[in-house]
């Protein structure tokens, strides 16, 4: 703030004596920004193996209660019905506890063999068109998602295949690269499927900062949507609309890998009745109901209202990790190139959480998500060819970049993207297409050294 | 239920502000720093789990020999073998990181509560039990606790005459089924296999994706720590005594809980001072050359913990009706030792640690 020293004596003393009680808001100092704090102050330093797991600061007692409780059920086993506790489980399901597929409160693994039961990969399914809310059609004795595990005596809905496809591509400096393609086949199914059904693979992703993300503006996000790019730089950016179940109405999409889920509440209900055929109050059926598996016993809901609170608040209140050696050299120049090939424009380096004085734990907070929550087409390459709401088969949400660099630690592997076909990410990079295809090539244009400054700056988030 | 980050990120901006020191580091710290984590690593990780291993190999044969002879007293043996392996994998929850955990060999082996619906359906049903088909089952119907169940039965006192021949079967078959996993899990572990997960712990800072830095190794070993001492106190002891209900016990058909307690904390003694069958440095060591202190405090901390849940007599499904001081003192001894090692701990190698 640039301040006149014509300003009478008189004035700038009564300046002096209201300085500490109306202040104006100054510009923000940029150098005195700390990279580090990817969640602003809800950020974790800490990049070990708990690295994702810690709590906000600034929680009330009773907050703190139901963080840990959703923090026991997030990691709760459940079992068949009828038992004393837990129980529910199923009869179709995906896997026992939501753990199971975050590891960690990271990211899910696509499956080491045909059957793996430690998968955090599932597949949505649906038919073409339209359900009366203008989402995903759900197939005939199969729901919206294929459960490949179930309870003992009954079938799972079939089991999926996946064989990769050998991909060879080459650098502009000549040094090659492979890829590896997925496809996808469906075999054991306890009846047959209809012809022509849809799928989309969807691996878990981690869970932390959800809470930070949830307090994006509605205003913030669709500010950066350009659907039709009107500006003409070649990216759209798209909001998707998605059935908010509780207030029976449509809602800007912002969770899950198409924005199909519009808040966390959903998006826990959602994962408890289709990956573990566990139901509540918002998903009241069991993903099986309507089909010749289906229990019958009665015992909805399984999940108490306040147990899926809990289990929500649980995914709201999770710490963004820290980024690490942001003064590294390479580091910054790998910053430099990351904007430079464009990868900034959907992936934000920026974000503002609401102000919200009743949750000021994430009032008012800058954040580097390196996500737009917008829809975009990522290219055939990576289609999955199945409609969500209004995203097309094509288009998938900007992946959250914060804490990519921390998933080896975290989860001992490492597959990205929404199947987790790639193995590093520098395999997630050259699969981007669509919208994304010229800041691909700008990567591929770059030197050894470039490139590597570039990934040294993506594993420092 | 952590806070090491934000208490750190108040220390860094205490240190910021601060004057400098004079620099008063010794010049052992850059040795003792690897040789710590070398010896946790060795002694005590793969020590552990390799003790697993070879008693898992026991438990096995002796299921064996009670399937081929049903008699009380080869069934007691089995008993004290689970018991004995039950001992060492409790001590291992102090250092779940690795394949442990990212391979879930925990819940391939540990996972609570047992499907007891579905059980009854397969001991029900003419599903052939072999290690290889209960493979295929889900985790809450394999590893400890049903083997415990079948073991103890319900109310504690199974007689080898009350085995029915799936049940035998069954008990064959879990017991082969977990050795495999435990070889399978310490071959991940071994010190000498190429794609041992420990050299990741002996390359800790030398362009190590999984341990850039030694002081991220630190960390791992302090988190996991206070990891374990959080489930013992606000998990395992919290919830049967708050619930006031018996049957949310760990083990209860074995009434072992409080020995697996103990045998947590036990775990936690000796990642801090690096022993298991063979005595190393450990934390304690690096801590003593910082904050003597601190480790006296540490030490005592550990001590004190143990000691507080060997007050707790006779079973702990019991207990929880009737020694609720001694329970509540328990949990807050472990809550202490937790606090100090998520805190003070943390810090000291948040801010001494710069490699």
């Known amino acids: ?461 | 239920m952590k806070k090491i980050g934000s208490l750190f990120l108040v220390v860094m901006i205490l240190v910021s502000c601060r004057k400098p020191k004079n620099n008063t580091t010794t010049t052992t710290t850059a040795n003792i720093n690897q040789t710590v984590i070398d010896d946790i690593a060795t002694n005590v990780v793969w020590g552990s789990f390799s003790d697993l291993q070879s008693k898992a190999n026991t438990y096995y044969n002796n299921i064996v020999a009670f399937n081929t002879n049903p008699t009380d007293n080869n069934l007691s043996a089995c008993k004290t073998s689970w018991k004995n392996m039950r001992q060492v994998w409790e001590q291992c929850e102090a250092f779940l990181y690795g394949p442990v955990s990212t391979e879930q060999f925990d819940p391939k082996t540990d996972t609570w509560p047992v499907n007891y619906t579905d059980m009854d359906s397969l001991l029900n049903s003419n599903y052939h039990l072999t290690a290889d088909s209960i493979a295929l089952l889900d985790d809450a119907l394999k590893g400890y606790h049903p083997m415990e169940y079948m073991l103890w039965g319900k109310t504690s006192n199974k007689k080898a005459i009350d085995f029915t021949i799936r049940e035998k079967q069954y008990l064959m078959a879990l017991a082969k089924n977990y050795k495999m996993i435990v070889d399978e899990m310490a071959a991940a572990y071994h010190p000498n296999l190429t794609n041992s997960f420990l050299k990741n712990l002996y390359q800790a800072g030398q362009s190590n994706s999984i341990y850039p830095t030694k002081k991220s190794a630190y960390l791992e070993m302090i988190t996991a720590m206070a990891g374990i001492c959080d489930e013992v106190a606000n998990g395992k002891l919290e919830e049967p005594f708050i619930n006031q209900d018996a049957s949310l016990e760990e083990s209860p058909y074995s009434q072992n809980s409080l020995t697996d307690f103990k045998n947590n904390i036990q775990g936690v003694y000796n990642v801090y001072n690096g022993v298991y069958t063979t005595d190393g440095l450990g934390i304690s060591d690096w801590v003593k050359q910082k904050n003597i202190s601190l480790d006296n405090k540490i030490q005592s901390e550990i001590s004190t913990a143990i000691s507080a849940i060997q007050a707790i007599q006779g079973n702990f499904g019991t207990a929880i009706f009737t020694q609720q001081n001694q329970i509540i003192n328990a949990q807050q001894a472990i809550n202490n030792l937790k606090n100090t090692l998520e805190n003070e701990l943390t810090q000291l190698a948040q801010t001494q640690i710069t490699e």
């Open chain 1, 1 to 461: 703030m640039k301040r006149k020293f014509e300003i009478g004596f008189l004035l700038l003393a009564s300046a002096m004596l209201c300085y500490q009680s109306c202040r104006k808001p100054s510009v923000f100092n940029e150098d005195l920004l700390d990279e580090r704090l990817s969640g602003g102050i809800q950020t974790a330093m800490d990049a070990s193996v708990g690295a994702f797991e810690h709590e906000f600061e600034g929680l009330s007692a009773s907050e703190l209660l139901m963080h840990n409780a959703g923090d026991k059920a997030f990691e709760q086993t459940f079992v068949t019905a009828p038992a004393k506790f837990h129980s529910g489980l199923g009869p179709l399901y995906n896997n026992v506890s939501c753990v199971s597929c975050h590891v960690g409160d990271g990211r899910g693994r696509p499956p080491k063999y045909d059957g793996d039961p430690t998968t955090g990969l599932l597949f949505r399914l649906s038919m073409p068109g339209e359900d009366e809310h203008g989402g995903p059609l759900a197939v005939q004795g199969f729901g919206g998602q294929l459960q490949n595990r179930a309870t003992f005596g009954k079938q799972v809905e079939a089991t999926a295949i996946i064989n990769y496809i050998q991909q060879l591509g080459k650098y502009d400096d000549g040094e090659n690269y492979d890829l590896q393609a997925p496809q996808y086949s469906f075999t054991n199914s306890y009846q047959s499927m209809p012809s022509g059904f849809l799928y989309s693979p969807r691996l878990a992703p981690p869970i932390f900062g959800l809470g930070l993300l949830e307090a994006v503006s509605e205003t913030d996000i669709l500010k950066n949507a350009d659907e039709f790019d009107a500006n003409g730089d070649g990216i759209s950016g798209k909001a998707n609309y998605v059935w908010d179940v509780k207030s029976h109405s449509k809602k800007l999409g912002r969770f899950g890998w198409k924005c199909n889920q519009p808040n966390l509440l959903q998006q826990a209900a959602g994962a408890y009745n289709g990956d573990m055929g566990i139901t509540s109050f918002i998903f009241p059926n069991e993903n099986s109901f309507g089909q010749i598996q289906y229990d019958n016993l009665q015992d909805e809901t399984e999940l108490s209202d306040s147990l899926l609170y809990a289990a929500a608040f649980y995914t709201q209140t999770l710490q963004v990790p820290a980024r690490r050696n942001v003064e590294d050299t390479k580091v910054k120049l790998g910053k430099q190139l990351f904007n430079q090939t464009d990868c900034n424009k959907c992936h934000l380096t920026e974000m503002k959480t609401v102000t919200d004085m009743s949750r000021k734990y994430l009032s008012n907070q800058r954040i580097a998500p390196y996500t737009d929550l917008l829809l975009h087409d990522m290219g055939n390459g990576l289609a999955d060819n199945r409609p969500d709401f209004l995203a097309t088969g094509n288009e998938w949400r900007t992946a959250p970049l914060w804490g990519i660099g921390l998933t080896e630690i975290i989860n001992g592997n490492s597959y990205y993207l929404h199947d987790g076909r790639a193995r590093s990410i520098t395999e997630a990079i050259l699969w981007h297409g669509g919208e994304a295809e010229t800041s691909k090539n700008k990567f591929k244009k770059l030197s050894k050294t470039d490139r590597d400054a570039l990934l040294a700056f993506l594993k420092s988030l």
